[in-house]
């Protein structure tokens, strides 16, 4: 049993990288909906499991990967903070900046 939750905790985190990464086109919908649909999971299951397991929640994983993503678009020096933010579907650059100061 340990191992399939194991396996599903992989799923997840690979699921949240390969959106945040490697994925142009951020989703325009909830985090939630995303994983229950590709994981074919409820969220409160994959949530609460997720936790369990790497002592942290889901959104704050997908936080960090969100800052990281940040912080390579800045290192490319092509966009600007603003562009930045629209693409990583922050609401505006002040939040952007407000997440970035607290996960720094």
């Known amino acids: 049993m340990d191992n399939k939750k194991s396996i599903l905790v992989e ?14 086109d951020q989703i ?3 985090l939630s ?15 609460n499991l997720f936790s369990e397991v790497k002592g942290i929640t889901i959104e704050k994983f ?30 505006s650059v002040a939040h952007l900046s407000n997440q970035f100061k607290k996960i720094t």
Do not use: P
């Open 28 to 30: 325009k919908v909830n």
């Open 62 to 91: 997908y936080l960090i990967h969100k800052i990281e993503r940040v912080k390579e678009l800045i290192l490319y020096d092509e966009l600007s903070l603003s562009e930045i933010a629209f693409r990583i579907h922050y609401s």
């Open 11 to 24: 799923q997840i985190k690979s699921a949240i990288i390969q959106l945040v990464h490697y994925t142009d």
């Open 33 to 47: 909906d995303y994983l229950s649909k590709n994981l074919h999971h409820d969220y409160t299951y994959l949530a």
